[in-house]
């Protein structure tokens, strides 16, 4: 996973003029969850910028509502790579990873961003792109290699999700696919459907010609 600094501040006046002004700032609005847990009632110190969520009613969740650049972020989010964040809040050093990204639907600007934080010993769940590797031998037979899932949820400590999930589809026959279920990458928990296709070779006119003219034969 590829290192991505980034310098936010913490937001403590919320609502629909303070994003706003923000916005026409070319900031955007964030916030860092994942934060730790603690028993409620909570009178604890908070943070600039923190506040505490309900998640049970006996614990609450430490969240943190922060602005960024728009420009600084710029390629942490049109790029297909995957990062661990060094969050630097004001001073305050956190490791996070991308979790979401609301865009407007019409001009397609960035109105939000979700970022988790993370650490080494609890695990989170991601979507990491497929990368397909190799020869299938069904295409060198006529088929067409289709790929039904360009990304795979997966469970694992940050520092162990790779960039790529690499599949190699040297064996995949005429016809054949390949499900989430026949794939195993060490350290990772794949959590999509075990009978979710993820790449399959299909039969194309040319493939199936060919066949029926060899059974004729």
Do not use: W
């Amino acid at each position: 996973m590829k290192k991505f600094q980034l310098n936010a501040e913490p937001r403590t006046v919320l609502g629909k003029k303070s994003v706003k002004a923000l916005r026409a700032e070319g900031k955007i609005p964030a916030v860092l969850n994942g934060g730790k847990h603690v028993q409620l009632p909570y009178d604890g110190p908070l943070k600039e910028g923190e506040k505490l969520v309900n998640v049970d009613g006996k614990l609450g969740l430490i969240t943190t509502d922060i602005a960024v650049k728009n420009e600084d972020v710029r390629k942490l989010i049109y790029s297909p790579d995957i990062f661990e964040i060094d969050l630097n809040i004001n001073g305050d050093e956190r490791k996070a990873v991308l979790k979401e990204i609301q865009f407007q639907p019409v001009k397609d600007t960035i109105l939000h961003l979700d970022f988790l934080e993370v650490n080494n010993e609890k695990p989170i769940i991601m979507e990491v792109p497929v990368q397909i590797e190799g020869h299938a031998e069904g295409v060198k037979a006529g088929g067409k290699l289709t790929l039904s899932m360009r990304k795979l949820k997966v469970k694992a400590i940050y520092d162990k999700i790779p960039d790529r999930l690499v599949i190699n589809v040297d064996n995949l026959g005429l016809g054949k696919s390949l499900a989430v279920g026949d794939l195993h990458f060490e350290g990772l928990e794949l959590m999509n459907a075990k009978n979710a296709v993820v790449c399959a070779v299909q039969l194309t006119r040319a493939a199936r010609g060919a066949a029926a003219k060899a059974d004729t034969k």
